[in-house]
């Protein structure tokens, strides 16, 4: 099964996380009742990874290992290869999350001013809305331009809790 894409699920502080990888890389980072979850026709070419050698397997024991690592409080940048689907928007989006700096913030605005679009803070709220990878591609590092905490597929509790995580 050349295309199946490879998932188990893991704990974690934030609760079960389900982590999912083809032989491209990681294709996403779910939460437990997360709001964008992968979608249907993804899952219908899911198969349980069983730690074969594999790409896919070796994708995700690197993953888990790092998310380890991150919740441990020793890493602070992931170095893993992301295979997410999504539009070319969202994926310049997605790319520019990765730029914001472990333990810092940005506002929608200040992001889609990054990106050289600066009235598209809406799309570009959308297009962090539909993150299929979290943590590692950093959405919970997005707030209003207030400073005030918004929306998180995840639920505003674990924005918070990663938000505090990475200032300690």
């Not at 083809?22 to 709001?35: I, K, P, T």
């Not at 929608?108 to 990878?133: D, F, H, K, Q, S």
Request: net charge positive; proline share 8%; hydrophobic share 40%.
């Amino acid at each position: 099964m050349p295309d199946a894409v490879r998932f188990l699920t893991m704990p974690s502080p934030v609760g079960a996380l389900t982590l999912a990888a083809s032989a491209a890389g990681l294709v996403g980072v779910y939460f437990e009742r997360h709001q964008h979850g992968p979608p249907p026709r993804q899952q219908s070419r899911w198969v349980p990874d069983r730690g074969q050698a594999n790409p896919g397997s070796v994708v995700l024991a690197r993953a888990r290992h790092q998310l380890n690592a991150y919740f441990d409080g020793t890493l602070t940048r992931f170095d893993l290869p992301l295979a997410a689907e999504g539009t070319p928007f969202q994926r310049q989006v997605w790319d520019e999350l990765r730029r914001i700096p472990f333990g810092s913030t940005m506002s929608y605005g200040e992001l889609a001013r990054a990106l050289g679009r600066p009235t598209a803070a809406r799309a570009v709220g959308a297009a962090n809305g539909r993150n299929p990878i979290s943590i590692v591609v950093p959405c919970h590092r997005v707030i209003g331009a207030d400073g005030s905490l918004t929306g998180f597929g995840g639920g505003m509790e674990r924005k918070r809790w990663l938000l505090e995580h990475e200032r300690r």
